[in-house]
């Protein structure tokens, strides 16, 4: 079939290629007996919190639309519109909420101001890695409670993509003691910038766009972003030489959340359809990332020197992390539940992980 013959059939709500032969007969007796929806074409506006084509979360999500496509016959048009394009980065939460979009793409720890619960299902500091955090969220009972919380705000969420497991930042200096961190300005957002604010650190929020300058200028003493991959594009190795291994972000998860009313609406074959599709990207997104961290590891300049906390800095950080999830849990009950359900999983996986993947990995050395 011509896409233009395609297009007009689908126009008139008439079926789905190969069949649209068979319902036009249909048509010819009762239009009453057509399955409008099955071959109508469904367009949803999705924005996301990155620029055009970023690599890995960009354009992972620029796949998730065009394979929503390819296995929908078509009738799933889904139109990514990058950051700033139809909504501004950190807006899209709000707009999709009120039904100006159908649907965004982003990371789940930026909306933690509306609702501090928000921040377990995007992943925990000194936490559960990617493949734990989303073990937890599909069989623990993350998602089910996610998704009740974000119903509130009319919203239908689905994992969309995880990192794996990021670095530590980018320091000027070295870090030898806990008294090196006093004083210490740096951009690190979520719960780890609330511990390494309890750690002395003065935690600052920068947009992406400022933070190379930045460093290079001295008006920041250190900074995290992903891992090797990504902060190799942003030049981190031109303005820092110790590049520290990671501890607040183990396995952040990202989202691919609907307004709630639309994904109603959507049939369940399109619901069905954007589903698969979102676990087969987040799943593409841990291998590339993966892939592409390890390669970026190799190629970092010689000046970059790899370093990893000591002890009592870690020691610290686990005191101050707990300080900092107690009170939350006081202020917000949906908070303890969520942490409760995280909790509840993470003893549960614990025993299995350790005579498993940790003992594995301990003897595969
Ligand atoms: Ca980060």
Request: proline residues 4%.
């Given at each position: 079939?011509?896409?233009?013959?395609?297009?007009?059939?689908?126009?008139?709500?008439?079926g789905?290629?190969?069949?649209?032969?068979?319902?036009?007969?249909e048509?010819?007796?009762?239009?009453?007996?057509?399955?409008v929806?099955?071959?109508?074409v469904?367009?949803?506006?999705?924005?996301?919190?990155?620029?055009?084509h970023?690599?890995?979360?960009?354009?992972?999500?620029?796949?998730?639309?065009?394979?929503?496509?390819?296995?929908?016959?078509?009738?799933l048009?889904?139109?990514?519109?990058?950051?700033?394009?139809?909504?501004?980065a950190?807006?899209?939460?709000?707009?999709?909420?009120?039904?100006?979009?159908?649907?965004?793409?982003?990371?789940?720890?930026?909306?933690?101001?509306?609702?501090s619960?928000?921040?377990?299902?995007?992943?925990?500091?000194?936490?559960?890695?990617s493949?734990?955090?989303?073990?937890?969220l599909?069989?623990?009972?993350?998602?089910?409670?996610?998704?009740?919380?974000?119903?509130?705000?009319?919203?239908?969420?689905?994992?969309?993509?995880?990192?794996?497991?990021?670095?530590?930042?980018?320091?000027?200096?070295?870090?030898?003691?806990?008294?090196?961190?006093?004083?210490?300005?740096?951009?690190?957002?979520?719960?780890?910038?609330e511990?390494?604010?309890?750690?002395?650190?003065?935690p600052?929020l920068?947009?992406?766009?400022?933070?190379?300058?930045?460093?290079?200028?001295?008006?920041?003493?250190?900074?995290?972003?992903?891992?090797?991959?990504?902060?190799?594009?942003?030049?981190?190795?031109?303005?820092a030489?110790?590049?520290?291994?990671?501890?607040h972000e183990?396995?952040?998860?990202?989202?691919?959340?609907?307004?709630?009313?639309?994904?109603?609406?959507?049939?369940?074959?399109?619901?069905?359809?954007?589903?698969?599709?979102?676990?087969?990207?987040?799943?593409?997104?841990?291998?590339e990332?993966r892939y592409?961290?390890?390669?970026?590891?190799?190629?970092?300049?010689?000046?970059?020197?790899?370093?990893?906390?000591?002890?009592d800095?870690?020691?610290?950080?686990?005191?101050?992390?707990?300080?900092?999830?107690?009170?939350?849990?006081?202020?917000?009950?949906?908070?303890?539940?969520?942490?409760?359900?995280?909790?509840n999983?993470?003893k549960?996986?614990?025993?299995?992980?350790d005579?498993?993947?940790?003992n594995?990995?301990?003897?595969r050395?």
């Amino acid at each position: 079939m011509k896409r233009r013959d395609f297009l007009t059939t689908s126009a008139l709500g008439l079926g789905a290629i190969g069949l649209s032969g068979c319902y036009r007969e249909e048509n010819k007796i009762s239009s009453k007996n057509i399955n409008v929806k099955k071959g109508k074409v469904v367009k949803l506006k999705l924005a996301t919190s990155w620029p055009a084509h970023f690599p890995i979360m960009g354009t992972g999500v620029d796949n998730f639309a065009k394979r929503c496509s390819e296995l929908s016959g078509g009738t799933l048009e889904i139109k990514v519109y990058p950051k700033n394009i139809l909504v501004p980065a950190l807006q899209v939460f709000d707009s999709t909420s009120m039904g100006q979009i159908d649907a965004f793409h982003s990371g789940v720890y930026y909306w933690k101001g509306k609702n501090s619960a928000f921040s377990i299902f995007g992943g925990m500091p000194l936490g559960l890695t990617s493949e734990e955090m989303i073990t937890w969220l599909k069989f623990g009972g993350g998602l089910e409670l996610w998704r009740e919380l974000y119903g509130k705000f009319n919203l239908y969420p689905l994992i969309g993509g995880t990192t794996g497991p990021q670095m530590g930042g980018w320091f000027k200096k070295p870090i030898n003691s806990l008294a090196d961190l006093k004083g210490l300005k740096m951009r690190i957002p979520g719960l780890g910038g609330e511990v390494m604010k309890k750690l002395g650190v003065n935690p600052v929020l920068l947009p992406p766009g400022e933070i190379f300058t930045s460093l290079e200028r001295g008006t920041i003493d250190a900074t995290e972003w992903v891992g090797p991959a990504l902060d190799s594009m942003m030049g981190f190795a031109k303005a820092a030489d110790y590049y520290y291994t990671g501890w607040h972000e183990p396995g952040s998860i990202l989202e691919i959340t609907f307004n709630k009313n639309r994904w109603e609406q959507l049939s369940s074959e399109h619901q069905a359809i954007i589903t698969a599709v979102a676990e087969e990207m987040t799943g593409n997104m841990l291998q590339e990332f993966r892939y592409k961290n390890a390669k970026a590891l190799q190629e970092l300049p010689e000046n970059v020197q790899i370093k990893t906390f000591p002890k009592d800095i870690m020691d610290a950080a686990k005191i101050a992390l707990n300080e900092v999830l107690e009170l939350e849990s006081k202020k917000n009950n949906d908070f303890k539940r969520a942490l409760n359900s995280y909790n509840n999983f993470s003893k549960l996986n614990k025993k299995w992980d350790d005579i498993s993947t940790k003992n594995f990995l301990n003897i595969r050395g």
